[in-house]
């Protein structure tokens, strides 16, 4: 009987090592397989932090080309009022009233009366509708404002 005791705890141990064995070998596997998929992990982290950089410095120079952009439209729309300043500047001042009374954006009119010496400007306004003359000065207050603002 001791025997066949001997013999089934034999057995059962040899089959315990052979189970252990598969089980050591399977966590093995499954630890490299983590492994692989963390280095793949913190490549693509990598990647993903150099696009970043990439998608920042884009994102710079798109910003620094608008400001150009604008900076340029500006310059071409101030240059345009002042060419139109100086064509209202040589009409008959009652002329050039009557043509900003009728103009339907008071912005515009105030920006060629802006852009006009004041002698002259002051000649037209005389000839401009008390309407537009009221609108025209409110934003010729508010762009004096802003001129002052930018220049301190």
């Known amino acids: 009987m001791r025997r066949l005791a001997l013999s089934i705890l034999g057995t059962v141990l040899t089959v315990g090592l052979a189970f ?4 050591k070998k399977e966590i093995e596997k499954e630890i490299k397989r983590l492994e692989k998929l963390r ?19 884009e994102k710079k120079k798109l ?3 608008r400001k150009a952009f604008e900076k340029e439209k500006k310059k071409f729309i101030d240059e345009k009022y002042k060419r139109l300043a100086k064509v209202f500047e040589k009409m008959d001042p009652e002329l050039a009233g009557q043509k900003i009374s009728k103009m339907t954006d008071p912005v515009k009119a105030a920006l ?7 002698s002259k400007a002051g000649a037209v306004m005389d ?3 008390p309407e537009m003359v009221n609108k025209i000065v409110e934003i010729l207050t508010t762009l004096k404002q802003k001129d002052k603002k930018s220049k301190g």
């Open 20 to 23: 252990s064995q598969v089980d």
């Open 39 to 57: 280095q793949e992990v913190i490549q693509l982290i990598k990647k993903n932090e150099e696009l970043k950089k990439q998608l920042e410095e």
């Open 63 to 65: 910003e620094a080309e």
């Open 112 to 118: 060629i009366i802006y852009n006009m010496k004041p």
């Open 127 to 129: 000839n401009v509708s």
